[in-house]
């Protein structure tokens, strides 16, 4: 799942995610929408993503307000899902701060590239 604000930023994590073979199944949110998706999908894991690539700055709801509400949900969704802040910012306090959460599995400055697909331990999941 890549979740962010940007369509045009989603368009094209979602393209090097099929391009590098990470994925056939890349589903593309905005935050709110995500949030939703999530919660309808919390008890059947055939529709959770594996992999969330989360987006820190967007307007309405930014990446730490989103992992707020994430942290809420069960134990079966966050052990589930392994989110990946991904952010264009070069604001250290930011950088800092997404890896100090407990439950982001890492960080990863946009754009995303094959490599830092390849580094992530669900490589060559179905349903990012």
């Not at 099929?18 to 995500?34: G, K, M, R």
């Not at 959460?101 to 060559?124: M, R, V």
């Amino acid at each position: 799942m890549v979740v962010d604000d940007c369509h045009i930023d989603r368009l094209v994590t979602a393209r090097v995610m099929a391009q590098s073979n990470f994925t056939d199944n890349v589903i593309e949110y905005d935050p709110e929408q995500a949030l939703q998706y999530l919660q309808d999908h919390s008890h059947d894991p055939n529709f959770l993503p594996e992999i969330i690539l989360l987006d820190i700055n967007m307007p309405e709801i930014s990446g730490f307000q989103f992992m707020e509400v994430f942290d809420k949900f069960p134990e079966s969704v966050r052990n589930y899902c392994k989110v990946y802040m991904i952010s264009s910012t070069a604001d250290p306090n930011e950088i800092v701060q997404a890896r100090t959460l407990k439950s982001i599995s890492g960080f990863q400055a946009k754009p995303i590239t094959a490599a830092f697909l390849e580094n992530i331990d669900y490589y060559n999941t179905n349903s990012a």
